[in-house]
């Protein structure tokens, strides 16, 4: 049996939100009353620490002691709510391996971040005890060489995954960004012609990174592949009932379908559990914000999807993005959001193509980060309709 990611939960009430750790097969750990914290964690194995600022009243007392303690000075920190002041006083003690999370929080966007803390500390390498030195470098030759033929084998994958080329058409003009967090990343996109010429984007973030993840997103091009629906929400509640029994444990997928009519501007949408997409209509110069409900693909086999749809008219723009760009945090723990996303497609040129629209927002995005290291994968596509 592979080991179990432990989550301590000092605070957190959110039966919701526990329901949904669970399902995606952390262990969920809470404090013994009866026990100093001290002593508890002194047997008790955490690998990553949920507390919940707005119910602990001394919560920044409680980072600082656990940034003090051998056993999780260096186990990430996810901090939910909490008062200016709160926040204030942690971004100020500058701990490594903090997050703030602000409310209301989105269940996905805090999954988000425990699997990203998590895979972060794993990749910062493990102590190896009861060995000899020769015995450690042995095993590490070991280890570096199955994980390079893994992600080998991944990223070629994951390439096939990709197209090959983008759709060509007069009447629209499609621009992608694909940035990965590490050699093989979660995100997967999708681009073709289908229905009497239509367009249909597709974008999903798979759960985890690596071989695995690449897996999962071969599943669901196949998936893609064998459901022929036309209607996206559809299409999704087919693909949802196909997957959701093959997925293991603790593993999803958030994706939106989307559907585009050249010939009428119609573009429609079904969403899983991912971000909305963003619409810019130059007539007036305002984004709408297209965000149907529907739960990420491997939660519950009987899920269905709602539907959204816009008309482009020509000039107007839409864009398709994974959360690793609206999540995105500078130096002063500030998200990028969707609202900053908004502002930089109203500041664009009416003339200015798809691919101007996507460098602008990715010339923000930069100065934005102001050079902090990405902590996710980044995906955009920019849609642009001609005529």
Not at 138 to 144: P, T
Not at 296 to 311: K, M, N, R, W
């Amino acid at each position: 049996m592979p080991a179990v990611d432990s989550l301590l939960l000092l605070g957190v009430q959110d039966e919701k939100l526990c329901a949904f750790l669970k399902k995606m097969g952390y262990a969920l750990v809470y404090q013994e009353q009866e026990r100093p914290l001290a002593e508890f964690l002194d047997k008790t194995n955490v690998d990553c620490v949920l507390l919940d600022l707005s119910t602990q009243i001394e919560g920044v007392n409680l980072c600082e002691y656990l940034r003090s303690e051998d056993r999780t000075r260096k186990v990430p920190i996810i901090c939910l709510g909490g008062s200016t002041d709160q926040v204030s006083a942690l971004q100020q003690a500058g701990h490594e391996r903090l997050e703030m999370v602000e409310a209301p929080f989105s269940i996905g966007k805090l999954v988000s971040r425990i699997a990203t803390q998590l895979r972060l500390r794993k990749m910062a390498g493990a102590e190896v005890e009861g060995a000899s030195l020769g015995e450690m470098l042995a095993a590490q030759r070991d280890i570096s060489e199955h994980i390079r033929k893994e992600i080998d084998e991944a990223r070629k994958i994951q390439r096939d995954l990709l197209p090959k080329e983008l759709p060509s058409d007069t009447r629209y003009e499609l621009a992608v960004n694909y940035q990965p967090l590490e050699d093989v990343g979660g995100d997967w996109f999708y681009a073709q012609k289908e229905y009497e010429d239509k367009l249909t984007i597709q974008i999903a973030d798979v759960t985890g990174h690596g071989l695995s993840a690449a897996f999962i997103g071969s599943m669901t091009k196949l998936a893609f592949s064998a459901v022929a629906i036309e209607a996206p929400h559809e299409r999704l509640t087919q693909i949802n009932k196909l997957m959701t029994p093959q997925l293991p444990e603790g593993r999803f997928v958030t994706v939106n379908s989307v559907l585009y009519d050249p010939t009428s501007g119609k573009l429609q949408l079904a969403r899983g559990g991912h971000p909305p997409v963003l619409v810019l209509s130059r007539r007036n110069g305002l984004v709408s914000s297209l965000q149907p409900n529907g739960f990420a693909i491997g939660f519950f086999e009987d899920t269905e999807y709602e539907h959204a749809e816009a008309i482009l008219d020509p000039g107007d723009v839409a864009i398709v993005f994974t959360d690793g760009i609206t999540e995105a945090q500078n130096r002063k723990f500030e998200c990028y959001g969707l609202a900053r996303l908004s502002h930089v497609l109203t500041e664009s040129l009416v003339t200015a193509g798809a691919e101007d629209v996507l460098c602008a927002i990715l010339d923000d995005f930069q100065k934005f980060l102001d050079g902090r290291v990405l902590k996710d994968d980044v995906t955009l596509i920019v849609l642009r309709r001609v005529k």
